[in-house]
């Protein structure tokens, strides 16, 4: 089959330039004046790296990682114990299961988003079951409509890699006198860690640049890293909203390097 | 295997907690779609005319337009594109596929703001106009990293001299490749592209970097009406109205996979 090894050059050259030459393009407005919407004359700075001590970016950083790391771990405890029912489950049914974790997802983000919004007034569509909330700008209507929209992507790459796994090990861990607490904590979890990183990172990073979940949950003045992206971007200020991008790209690249060591070719991101 | 009832029922707990905090929004939407009056919610005043309100909407009308052509596009043009790549990756030596493969995932992980950054940058560098063909760009770049990862696990399981012994007996590359390798990934090519179309109908953040002016898709018009305080309910009608179908489609394959499954029983 070699010869259709040059079957991935197009994808070579359209990576390349939708990928590592705008990436390039964030790391040099970063370090200096390069700029795509103005004239500029071009020379290195470190002006735009003084944002990140800025209070405006650190109230983001932190409220990114508050709420983000949050949600991340009420996802994993909620969402590990329901992909592996899911993934031992006996029934003929279960992809039909899993598939219902997909349906919300068609439903538009936006939609759900206005939805959760309108749950947490005070004057809703709850009021027709006699409920009334006023929870818009508190801490526990951002994280609920976070894991609302982030728990499905938790659950699926653990539920995928569950499924997979040979089930003799545990079968063979129970044979040699393990109980269950210790097929589960020695064999079946350690065995699990790529899928539980996959959606980790595809639960964390979403979380940390969402910027329409927070301005509309998050009441008047909530920032977050993708919030400030976004308006710094159409303010003009592309070489800040450049500085802030590359921090959260630095971030991603981490992630990426923690889940080549467990996954090398991605199949848990699926 | 002996089970432990108290973990069961926990399990059991957890499961429907679960589909409760992703369906109630959904839920919600779908109430809000049925009642008559968008301010008051004393009692419950049953309506279909947001139902009807869609097509007198143009601007919703023309919206829904655009998701509908950019996902099918996108979704054809991505699981084409994306079946040729995955074949040209799974046929590289182990080194040169991981490598392509990381790159492959960049997308993959990185947030969708910084994608959207990153294809307004270099759309915006190379002076291409924004609007339909950029949003349509933007979608199918972000499919093809999903198709290749669903389509790659297939071609694993494939014999690979099955495609040489079909250029041994005298097929052409391209005849083998549709005769021989297209059948046995016809799972992952659809899968993959059932990823892609979910994530073009859905995406709002990189299509948001990706309009101009009045031009919008659903996802885009619907956050600018909510700047301007103009949200009516005839987009949750819409929405309601995608989820509906989805499920309908989905409990439909399930029956019919079933049905499949019974007659190779029987046989």
Redesign the interface.
Known sequence: MRSLRSLTTPYLVWMVILILIPGLFILLATLSTFHIFNEYTFRFTTTHLRFLSDEIFIEALQNSLKYAGITTVICFLIGYPVAHFFAKMQSRSKTLFVALLIVPIWSNMIVRIIAWENMFKPVSILNLFGLSFDLIGTDIAIVLAMVSMYLPFMIFPIYSVLLKMDESLIEASRDLGANRFQTFFRITFPLSLGGVISGVIMTLLPAMTAFALPKRIGGDGMLLLGVVIEEQIFRGSFNIASTVSFIVMLMMLTAFALIIRVDKEGETLL | ?RK?IG?QV???L??V???F??????L??F??SI?GSR??????DFTTRWYTGIVQDRDLMQAIMVTLQIALISTFVSTI?GT??A??????TKAM??K???????????????TG??????F??VRLSFGFPTMLLAHI?FS?P?VI??V??KLKSLD?NL??AALDLGAT?LKA?FLVIVPSIKVGMLAGAL?AF?MS??D??ISYFMKSGDFHN??TL??AR?RRRA?SPE??AY?SL??LV??AV??TF?IL??KD?RKVVLK
């Open positions: 295997m432990h973990l926990a399990q059991v957890f499961a907690l679960t589909y905090i992703i369906y109630l929004p959904i919600i939407i109430l809000i009642h301010f008051t919610f004393e009692s419950f594109f040729v790549f074949i040209g990756i799974h046929s590289m596929r991981l392509m493969m990381m790159l492959n995932n960049v997308p993959v992980v990185n947030p969708d703001i910084v950054i990153m294809l307004f940058i270099i915006r560098f770049f093809i999903f990862l669903s790659l696990p690979p495609f040489d590359r490749v990823i979910t109908i859905d709002f953040i659903v996802s619907i956050y909510l949200i987009v949750f929405n995608i989820v989805t499920v989905m409990i399930n996979n079933r499954k």
